[in-house]
């Protein structure tokens, strides 16, 4: 089984547009697509759509916290997701013929040293039946900077493989504590060692110094352009097919649920790379947010290549 955390948690809004943005006018919404979102609800679904049982867990609040709920249970998602007194935000994805996608993130209510405490007390319980747990996304206002090198730490004592999808400090930080796997994309690796990064060799060059620190599995998404996996069997690059792309929007996650799930099953790393950008490329061409269709999955997953470097 797989557990997700998001700490973050947000009822995720597609708006589809027919005409290009055009700021400061009054503009109306072809089509929403809602979804319980947050980086590791995306994770969960898609978790679930590869066969795998997933516990979905982290914290909501208020009316929007139950709504994320009800469209959890409408997803056959399981879920138990720790109370807090604020409300869960909201982020908004925009989807126009022009601009592609551009996304509106709520930063996110205030959480409680006790709430904090609170869900640290649960953690254990949370992850006592998976073998894997993905912890993804921003932390609201008021947590710990530090939460999530916590909660890597509590998960490796408990034997389990811990998955990393973070950004920023929050990374930094999280990677002191050596989770299983991570998977920055190029600005967050620049960002990690204040470089700018120029090519493929750049990217795998630090990608092994962060393998070095003892991260089991370092993946480097390169969006359209596939991924790299740095491991101790090796450097693995994997080209996706050429693909006409849907709604990009946390197709990040979908390469983290299709990790998780690899590693569950203990696929050898080729397996996983290409299990991985199938799930990721595959997601990318649906309109809905951390879902992909089975069957585009099986038609799109012969196509990647995946090569030993
Ligand atoms: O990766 C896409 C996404 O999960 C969106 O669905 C939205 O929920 C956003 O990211 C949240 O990102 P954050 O970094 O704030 O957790």
Same mark, same amino acid.
């Given at each position: 089984?797989?557990?997700?955390?998001?700490?973050? #948690?947000? &009822?995720?809004?597609?708006?589809?547009?027919?005409?290009?943005?055009?700021?400061?006018?009054?503009?109306?919404?072809?089509?929403?697509?809602?979804?319980?979102?947050?980086?590791?609800?995306?994770? #969960?679904?898609?978790?679930?759509?590869?066969?795998?049982?997933?516990?979905?867990?982290?914290?909501?609040?208020? !009316?929007?916290?139950?709504?994320?709920?009800?469209?959890?249970?409408?997803?056959?998602?399981?879920?138990?997701? =720790?109370?807090?007194?604020?409300?869960?935000?909201?982020? +908004?994805?925009?989807?126009?013929?022009? @601009?592609?996608?551009?996304? @509106?993130?709520?930063?996110?209510?205030?959480?409680?040293?006790?709430?904090? /405490?609170?869900?640290?007390?649960?953690?254990?319980?949370?992850?006592?039946?998976?073998?894997?747990?993905?912890?993804?996304?921003?932390?609201?206002?008021?947590?710990?900077?530090?939460?999530?090198?916590?909660?890597?730490?509590?998960?490796?004592?408990?034997?389990?493989?811990? &998955?990393?999808?973070?950004?920023?400090?929050?990374?930094?930080?999280?990677?002191? !504590?050596?989770?299983?796997? =991570?998977?920055?994309?190029?600005?967050?690796?620049?960002?990690? !060692?204040?470089?700018?990064?120029?090519?493929?060799?750049?990217?795998?060059?630090?990608?092994?110094?962060?393998?070095?620190?003892?991260?089991? @599995?370092?993946? +480097?998404?390169?969006?359209?352009?596939?991924?790299?996996?740095?491991?101790?069997?090796?450097?693995?690059?994997? =080209?996706?097919?050429?693909?006409?792309?849907?709604?990009?929007?946390?197709?990040?996650?979908?390469?983290?649920?299709?990790?998780?799930? #690899?590693?569950?099953?203990?696929?050898?790393?080729?397996?996983?790379?290409? @299990?991985?950008?199938?799930?990721?490329?595959?997601?990318?061409?649906?309109?809905?947010?951390?879902? !992909?269709?089975?069957?585009?999955? /099986?038609?799109?997953?012969?196509?990647?290549?995946?090569?030993? +470097?």
């Amino acid at each position: 089984m797989i557990t997700t955390i998001t700490l973050n #948690a947000s &009822i995720d809004k597609a708006y589809s547009m027919k005409e290009a943005i055009v700021n400061g006018t009054v503009m109306r919404v072809a089509e929403c697509r809602n979804s319980a979102g947050g980086k590791g609800l995306n994770v #969960a679904r898609i978790a679930k759509t590869c066969g795998s049982r997933v516990l979905a867990s982290g914290m909501c609040g208020g !009316f929007n916290g139950e709504y994320l709920k009800s469209m959890l249970d409408q997803d056959g998602i399981p879920h138990r997701m =720790i109370r807090i007194a604020g409300e869960t935000r909201s982020c +908004i994805n925009i989807l126009d013929p022009k @601009y592609g996608s551009t996304e @509106y993130l709520e930063p996110g209510t205030m959480v409680t040293a006790q709430e904090e /405490q609170h869900f640290l007390e649960q953690f254990p319980e949370l992850i006592a039946d998976s073998r894997v747990v993905t912890i993804s996304g921003s932390i609201p206002k008021g947590m710990s900077r530090d939460i999530y090198g916590r909660l890597i730490r509590l998960a490796k004592e408990a034997g389990k493989k811990v &998955i990393l999808d973070t950004s920023g400090d929050l990374l930094a930080e999280g990677l002191k !504590f050596q989770p299983t796997m =991570i998977k920055p994309n190029r600005d967050e690796i620049e960002a990690l !060692f204040g470089i700018e990064v120029h090519s493929t060799e750049d990217v795998i060059e630090y990608a092994k110094k962060l393998a070095d620190t003892g991260i089991e @599995y370092v993946v +480097i998404s390169l969006g359209k352009d596939g991924a790299l996996l740095v491991c101790k069997e090796g450097v693995y690059q994997g =080209i996706a097919p050429s693909i006409q792309a849907v709604n990009t929007v946390g197709c990040g996650d979908s390469m983290v649920g299709a990790f998780a799930v #690899a590693l569950e099953r203990e696929y050898s790393p080729e397996q996983a790379l290409t @299990y991985a950008i199938a799930v990721a490329s595959s997601s990318a061409m649906s309109p809905n947010t951390g879902d !992909f269709d089975p069957e585009v999955f /099986q038609r799109i997953h012969d196509q990647v290549v995946v090569k030993k +470097i």
